[in-house]
């Protein structure tokens, strides 16, 4: 199993550019999140999935979109990126309800926004 | 809403010192989790804690639960330098959906 994997592993943007950043898991896990992590703030959540079609927000989703259309997918959309969204992202899984179980996390997306 | 404080934010030991960090909730937890991220790595999960005054070991590290369930820590008996990183302690959110990350704590281990 290949776990959860994102991509890309970095990106610069410009302010004002769009993209989305790609996460995959092979677990057929139910939960999916986003995280963007920040130094001295922690991770902290975005949008969140409990099942395909479903999703949520979480503490910062301002600026994001996210869809689920399948187990696997979860991406991460950034509408018109800011300099304030220069961060780490790291997509997660989880078998169960988020708060419950222990989350996978892939191995992150660097993005620094110009 | 719910918050998840851990201190200390950064500590830095000399190697084969013992090490601590503490993370208290607003609010009682179900569950609380403890996750290890190395420089440049993601985070990892270590452990999860359920029941008041649960006490669990792995090798050098000892998780602790409080009696009330709003607090936990960590201990790293005389570490190493492998023990380097951020640690994270995170407990689910109001309606149970999500998991409440503490800001971490920065080990860095002197040899």
């Known amino acids: 199993n290949a776990g959860v994997t994102q991509t890309p592993k970095f990106q610069v943007l410009k302010t004002g550019q769009s993209m989305t950043l790609q996460c995959a898991q092979d677990?057929?896990?139910?939960?999916m999140s986003w995280y963007r992590q920040d130094p001295g703030m922690g991770l902290r959540l975005i949008h969140y999935?409990?099942?395909?079609?479903?999703?949520d927000q979480g503490e910062v989703p301002n600026g994001y979109n996210v869809s689920r259309s399948t187990t696997e997918d979860f991406p991460l959309r950034l509408l018109s990126a800011a300099p304030s969204q220069t961060s780490v992202y790291f997509c997660?899984?989880?078998?169960?309800?988020?708060?419950?179980?222990?989350?996978?996390f892939g191995p992150g997306t660097r993005l620094t926004v110009t | 809403g719910q918050q998840v404080m851990q201190i200390p934010q950064y500590q830095h030991v000399q190697e084969g010192e013992d090490f601590t960090t503490y993370c208290n909730s607003s609010?009682?937890?179900?569950?609380i989790q403890w996750y290890k991220q190395r420089p440049g790595g993601h985070p990892v999960f270590l452990i999860q804690?359920?029941?008041?005054?649960e006490v669990k070991k792995q090798k050098r590290l000892t998780f602790q639960f409080g009696e009330a369930k709003k607090n936990s820590s960590l201990h790293i008996t005389a570490t190493q330098t492998t023990d380097v990183g951020t640690y994270f302690c995170?407990?689910?959110?109001?309606?149970?959906?999500?998991?409440?990350f503490g800001a971490g704590t920065i080990l860095r281990v002197k040899s």
């Open positions: 999935s409990v099942g395909a079609g479903i999703t």
């Open positions: 997660a899984s989880s078998p169960g309800t988020g708060g419950a179980y222990e989350q996978y």
């Open positions: 804690l359920v029941k008041s005054g």
């Open positions: 609010t009682t937890l179900s569950n």
């Open positions: 677990m057929n896990h139910e939960y």
């Open positions: 995170a407990g689910p959110g109001i309606g149970g959906n999500k998991l409440v």
